[in-house]
């Protein structure tokens, strides 16, 4: 499984971004996705997660400007990101894993499979 995250870069307060996150493999319909991001020097943070069915959690932090979305045609996964706060720098992370039951999580510990990262400054 590789995943291959992509969309990051420097916008301003209060602009957007959309991350994707591409995954070769020949299950991605199957898997539990999710976007976690970590600041240097602190624990990475749970952002949005979609389950194969396609229902969706995400933090609080975030709820109401970043949405999560997979296309199973593309086995690609997104992060539609609103209104961009300075808070939400970090690196953003692509993560999958698989279980016999559609599930969604935002802990880092329910994900085996992980991207390099992409990061995001808004400043």
């Known amino acids: 499984v590789q995943l291959v995250e992509s969309g990051g870069g420097l916008v301003q307060p209060g602009g957007s971004l959309r991350l994707s996150c591409a995954a070769r493999?020949?299950?991605?319909?199957?898997?539990?996705m999710g976007w976690i991001r970590q600041v240097s020097g602190k624990e990475r943070e749970g952002v949005a997660g979609?389950?194969?069915?396609?229902?969706?959690t995400y933090a609080d932090t975030v709820k109401g400007r970043f949405t999560i979305s997979r296309d199973n045609a593309k086995n690609t996964l997104y992060l539609q990101m609103n209104s961009l706060k300075p808070d939400d720098t970090a690196m953003y992370y692509c993560?999958?894993?698989?279980?016999?039951?559609?599930?969604?999580?935002?802990?880092?510990?329910?994900?085996?499979?992980w991207g390099q990262g992409t990061q995001v400054t808004v400043s």
């Open positions: 993560a999958a894993d698989w279980t016999p039951r559609p599930f969604y999580s935002l802990r880092e510990a329910d994900y085996g499979y």
């Open positions: 493999t020949g299950t991605f319909r199957s898997a539990c």
């Open positions: 979609i389950s194969s069915v396609g229902t969706t």
